[in-house]
C-alpha cells in the first residue's frame, strides 16, 4: 500500500497508535485515565491503585491491592552499586533528574527476568528510594532506608525527611500522583514508545523518558514557575514582571499547551488539594499571590498571542501542590517522575504487545547534488 506523505510539525494532531489507558480531550478539557474521569478517581485512590489500574485495566479487589503493594515495597531498595553511583553524583552535584536517569539505567542490576511487570514494578518501586537518598546525600545527610509497612507515597515521605509523614501530606502526594500518573501521547510517553516500538525493553524505555521529560516546556515546568511567584513577591508586582518576560520574547511556565485549548482538567483537581495546605499566614499569602499570577497571566496571554487560548496548564499547580506537601523546588520533575513512570510502563508493555514500529518520515530541506572532492587529480 502508498501512503501520501503528510506534513504535521511537531506531530500536531496525529495519531500514532492507539491506547486504553487515558484519554485527553482537549476542546472539552476532560481527562479520562483507564475508564475514569480524573476528579471521580484521582482525589481519593492510592497511588498503587492507579498503577494497577494502567497495567491490569481494573482496580484490584481489597487481597490484590494488599499483595500489589507488598509486591512493590520489597522491591524498594536499591544493589549497593547504585547508591556509590548516587554518592559519586553528589559529589558534582548532579541535578536529581539526571542522577534518576542514571540510576533507572543501573536497576537492570535487580531483574531475575526478562519478564516485563518484574522490569515495570522494580522500576516504579526504586524511583522514590533513588530520589528520596540522593536528595538527603546531596544535603550531607545518611539515606533513610525504605519501611515497606508504609504506602508508596508516605514511604517516599519518610526516606525524605526521616519522620512518619501526616495523612494530609500522604493524601495530598496520592492526588498529585495520580493526578499526572498518564496523559496521552505526551512527550516522554511518546518517547518511552519509540524505544519499545522497535522491540527494546522496558528499562531502556523508562531511561529514555526521563530524558524527554526533564525538559523546561514538558516536566521542567514547575520549578521555573513557582520561581515566577516568588519572583514577583507581591499582587502588585505581577502585571510587569509577567509583561517584561513576554515583552523580551519568554515563555511564562506553566501556561500553555499543546492538546488543550481550554484549563487542564488537572489543574483544577491540583487547586484543591493545594488549597487545604494554605489555610493560613504566608502560606495563604503565597496561595492568594498564585492565583492572582494566574489571572494576570491568562489575561497578558491573550493580549500577547490573541486567539492562542494559552490557559493554567497541570504545572502551576504542581508547583503549589508540591510545595504545601514541603518538597524543595529541585525535587518538583523527580516527583513528576514517580507518578509518570507508573504511565511510561504501561505505554510500553501495552505497545509491545500489538504496536506497530513508531517510524515517521522528514522533510527533507538539505542541499543536493554536491559533489566529493576527486581523491586524486583526474587528468
Ligand atoms: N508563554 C508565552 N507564549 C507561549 C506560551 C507560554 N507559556 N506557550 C505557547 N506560547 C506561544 C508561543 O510563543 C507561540 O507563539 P507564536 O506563534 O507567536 O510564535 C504559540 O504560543 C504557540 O506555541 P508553540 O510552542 O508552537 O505551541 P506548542 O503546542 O508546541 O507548546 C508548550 C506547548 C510547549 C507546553 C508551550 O505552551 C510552553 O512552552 N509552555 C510553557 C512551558 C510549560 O508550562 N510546560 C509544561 C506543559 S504541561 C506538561 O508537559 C506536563
Redesign the pocket.
Known amino acids: 500500500m502508498v501512503f501520501e506523505p503528510i506534513s504535521r510539525p511537531?506531530l500536531?494532531g496525529v495519531i500514532a497508535a492507539e491506547t486504553r489507558l487515558s484519554r485527553v480531550d482537549g476542546l472539552a478539557g476532560e481527562l479520562i485515565i483507564g475508564g475514569y474521569a480524573l476528579e471521580e478517581i484521582a482525589p481519593y485512590a492510592e497511588f498503587e491503585e492507579m498503577v494497577y489500574l494502567l497495567w491490569y485495566d481494573r482496580l484490584p479487589s481489597a487481597e490484590e491491592k494488599d499483595s500489589f503493594q507488598q509486591e512493590l515495597a520489597a522491591r524498594r531498595a536499591l544493589p549497593p552499586i547504585v547508591l556509590e553511583t548516587l554518592h559519586a553524583a553528589a559529589k558534582q552535584r548532579l541535578p536529581i533528574i539526571d542522577v534518576l536517569r542514571m540510576a533507572a539505567g543501573l536497576l537492570n542490576l535487580t531483574l531475575r527476568s526478562d519478564e516485563e511487570y518484574e522490569a515495570a514494578s522494580v522500576l516504579v518501586a526504586a524511583f522514590p528510594t533513588i530520589i528520596a537518598a540522593y536528595s538527603r546525600i546531596l544535603r550531607g545527610e545518611e539515606p533513610v532506608s525504605p519501611d515497606e509497612r508504609l504506602s508508596h507515597a508516605a514511604n517516599y515521605l519518610y526516606m525524605l525527611d526521616g519522620e512518619i509523614p501526616s495523612d494530609g501530606r500522604v493524601r495530598a502526594l496520592n492526588t498529585y500522583l495520580n493526578t499526572?500518573v498518564d496523559?496521552g501521547f505526551?512527550?516522554s510517553t511518546f518517547t518511552a514508545r519509540v524505544i519499545v516500538s522497535t522491540q527494546s525493553d522496558l528499562v531502556s524505555a523508562v531511561v529514555g523518558a526521563i530524558g524527554a521529560l526533564k525538559g523546561?516546556?514538558?516536566?521542567?515546568?514547575?520549578g521555573?514557575?513557582l520561581d515566577t511567584v516568588f519572583e514577583i513577591a507581591t499582587p502588585e508586582r505581577a502585571e510587569a514582571v509577567l509583561r517584561a518576560?513576554?515583552e523580551a520574547?519568554?515563555?511564562?511556565?506553566?501556561?500553555?499547551?499543546?492538546?488543550y485549548q481550554v484549563r487542564?482538567p488537572r489543574a483544577d483537581v491540583l487547586n484543591i488539594a493545594a488549597e487545604r495546605f494554605f489555610t493560613s499566614g504566608e502560606q495563604l499569602e503565597l496561595y492568594q499571590l498564585a492565583r492572582h499570577v494566574e489571572k494576570v497571566a491568562i489575561a497578558l496571554?491573550e493580549e500577547?498571542?490573541p486567539g492562542?487560548k494559552?490557559q493554567t496548564?497541570?504545572?502551576?499547580y504542581?508547583a503549589l501542590v508540591l510545595h504545601g506537601i514541603g518538597l524543595e523546588t529541585a525535587l518538583f520533575t523527580p516527583t513528576?517522575a514517580i507518578a509518570r513512570v507508573g504511565g511510561w510502563t504501561a505505554h510500553a508493555i501495552e505497545h509491545l504487545h500489538g504496536g506497530r514500529l513508531l517510524r515517521p518520515l522528514a522533510q527533507y530541506i538539505g542541499e543536493t547534488g554536491r559533489r566529493y572532492p576527486a581523491p586524486f587529480p583526474v587528468a
Open positions: 511537531g500536531q499526572v496523559h505526551n512527550a523546561p516546556v514538558h516536566g521542567g515546568a514547575p521555573p514557575a518576560k513576554l520574547g519568554e515563555r511564562l511556565m506553566g501556561f500553555g499547551h499543546r492538546v487542564d496571554l500577547y498571542k492562542r494559552l496548564n497541570v504545572e502551576f504542581t513528576f
